[in-house]
């Protein structure tokens, strides 16, 4: 079974730029989600879709990330403008539905904003 | 709301030793589930156990073994006989919600394992 894919696996940009990141999740996961991890702390929710609905994004900074999932398969997240405090690691998830089983993260996506 | 901590920020070991890595969450559902996840230096997580609230089983894989004690809200994670391959970031995770399709994972900070030959 395909994992969780990312890309680009690496990205850096200067302050105030524009910065998209693609996910694919497994085939057949309705849910997915996207995390932040900045360097030295766990990941953190930014957004969960079910299918091409939004679940929650209470903690997504409207002013600047946005995230869609058109179909229900894959999805992008946009940062615009960026800042220096979005550098970190940005994790997409995917999971079958409730439950908890076969939660799988992808390699992430490593962006540094200078 | 929940919240999960992990008190150890880093812990060397020597090759062969034991170690525990400790986990104590906060939450007021009854319904929840924990998750241990591995993440070495190439980054990505790796899935390492889910166990939900209602069955306090300890479980052992290898040389991995868990202990839940709902009493004190923990889910500890014992290493035996650490290798230098167990070296990397390990993160405890709670999820609450499950029944209503809400199933965000909330990490603690993690602990950096060390593992020296």
């Known amino acids: 079974e395909a994992g969780v894919a990312q890309s680009p696996r690496y990205k850096i940009i200067e302050k105030r730029q524009s910065v998209a990141f693609w996910c694919n999740p497994i085939?057949?996961?309705?849910?997915l989600y996207w995390y932040q991890q900045i360097l030295g702390q766990g990941p953190k929710l930014l957004i969960q879709?079910?299918?091409?609905?939004?679940?929650?994004d209470s903690q997504l900074p409207k002013d600047r990330f946005s995230a869609e999932r058109l179909k229900g398969v894959d999805s992008t997240l946009k940062i615009q403008p960026a800042k220096l405090e979005d550098s970190a690691v940005y994790l997409c998830?995917?999971?079958?539905?409730?439950?908890?089983?076969?939660?799988?993260f992808g390699s992430g996506t490593r962006l540094t904003v200078v | 709301a929940q919240k999960v901590t992990q008190a150890q920020t880093e812990i060397s070991v020597v090759e062969k030793e034991d170690v525990t890595l400790d986990c104590v969450y906060e939450?007021?559902?009854?319904?929840?589930?924990l998750f241990w996840y591995k993440q070495p230096p190439s980054g990505e997580l790796v899935f390492l156990i889910r166990r939900n609230s209602f069955d306090e089983q300890n479980e052992i894989s290898g040389r991995y073994s868990w202990n839940f004690q709902k009493s004190t809200s923990s889910f500890n994670f014992t290493i035996t006989a650490s290798q230098v391959v167990d070296s990397a970031v390990y993160f405890c995770a709670l999820s609450e919600g499950w029944d209503s399709g809400y199933s965000t994972l909330t990490f603690g900070k993690g602990t950096m394992l060390l593992v020296s030959p």
């Open positions: 939450t007021r559902d009854t319904t929840y589930y």
């Open positions: 085939s057949g996961h309705a849910t």
């Open positions: 879709f079910q299918n091409n609905g939004v679940v929650d």
């Open positions: 998830a995917s999971s079958p539905g409730t439950g908890g089983y076969g939660y799988t």
